[in-house]
């Protein structure tokens, strides 16, 4: 497949990741460094795969009084920058790192407002980029003035036009695009076990619930269910084969930040490739395991990442 990936970010951010010692709330926190980096699923999405030197797209709405740090991350990557520009600041979210715990502390700020005439012209962008059997990375939440069933609805024109969607997204945005007719639902979706659980209306305890929920999914008529498990892997059903659970323990992260649109890039190398539903679970986990150790959207060379892939523990369900 020679065409290149689209990612679409509706919402894109500027994260700022300060790394803290310790986090302690409530208390004066002296930080150890600080990084602001251009992001947004979609744009993390299209930052690792071009890190992977796959060619990439990159649509959405961006704010343009604050575009500079977007614009220098595609030029410097390569990436084809077709996003609308619209009025105002793309939002700040802050990252709080702690190195002790080796968690991290999101604190999102509010998007743009967009109207339905960006709208108008995302679509125009989108179908004259869009050929039969285009790979189309959906990811991220929802700007203020945009409906629910945005995603549902952007998903069945794609559709439409013959491309392959990946949707990673959540809460009432999910549901809506799985609500869809089966003829407008995407070709895979990639939540987390929350995000599952929260779709579902129930806990999700073990990996064999998820699994359950995921080949529901699949009968419906999503092709391909992957669930981020965060320590404990990513479970892959990509086919009508058995299951998969790709692990790959890491070692004292960096940052998490990001980890799970790595593994949406990684997977999106691995189907635009072709790879089997094994290689593509092992170039996923290795795509996640490769961001831990770096904060921002990046990945080391590909020859790292390739070794991280044939070393990711693959177990059948």
Not at 75 to 102: E, M, Q, W
Not at 149 to 156: C, E, F, K, P
Not at 272 to 282: A, I, Y
Request: aromatic content about 4%.
């Amino acid at each position: 497949m020679s065409q290149p990936v689209i990612t679409v970010t509706l919402n894109p951010a500027i994260d700022f990741t300060v790394t803290l010692p310790a986090l302690r709330p409530g208390e004066v926190n002296l930080a150890s460094g600080g990084a602001s980096n251009a992001g947004g699923k979609g744009v993390n999405v299209a930052s690792c795969l071009a890190d992977w030197g796959a060619p990439v797209i990159a649509t959405g709405l961006l704010g343009k009084h604050n575009s500079e740090s977007f614009e220098a991350l595609f030029r410097d990557k390569g990436i084809a920058d077709r996003f609308i520009r619209v009025g105002g600041d793309t939002r700040v979210n802050i990252k709080l790192a702690d190195s002790a715990g080796g968690g991290t502390t999101d604190i999102n700020l509010p998007g743009l407002s967009i109207e339905e005439r960006h709208w108008d012209k995302l679509l125009t962008v989108l179908a004259a980029d869009t050929n039969p059997d285009s790979l189309i990375v959906l990811a991220g939440s929802l700007p203020n003035g945009l409906p629910t069933d945005s995603y549902a609805r952007l998903t069945g024109k794609l559709r439409q036009w013959g491309a392959r969607v990946v949707l990673d997204t959540s809460g009432p945005a999910l549901s809506a695009a799985l609500a869809a007719p089966r003829e407008a639902l995407p070709h895979c979706i990639k939540p987390n076990r929350q995000e599952l659980a929260q779709w579902v209306g129930k806990p999700l305890a073990d990996t064999a619930e998820v699994l359950t929920t995921a080949r529901q999914l699949q009968a419906a008529g999503v092709a391909q269910v992957v669930v981020s498990l965060g320590e404990d892997g990513a479970l892959f059903v990509l086919d009508t084969g058995p299951a998969l659970l790709a692990r790959l323990p890491v070692q004292n992260p960096v940052s998490t930040v990001g980890a799970g649109d790595a593994l949406v890039a990684g997977l999106c190398a691995g189907l635009r490739q072709n790879l089997s539903p094994e290689r593509c679970s092992r170039l996923a986990v290795a795509f996640a395991s490769a961001k831990l150790a770096a904060i921002g959207p990046h990945l080391p060379s590909p020859d790292t990442v390739q070794a991280l892939a044939d070393s990711v523990h693959i177990e059948t369900l």
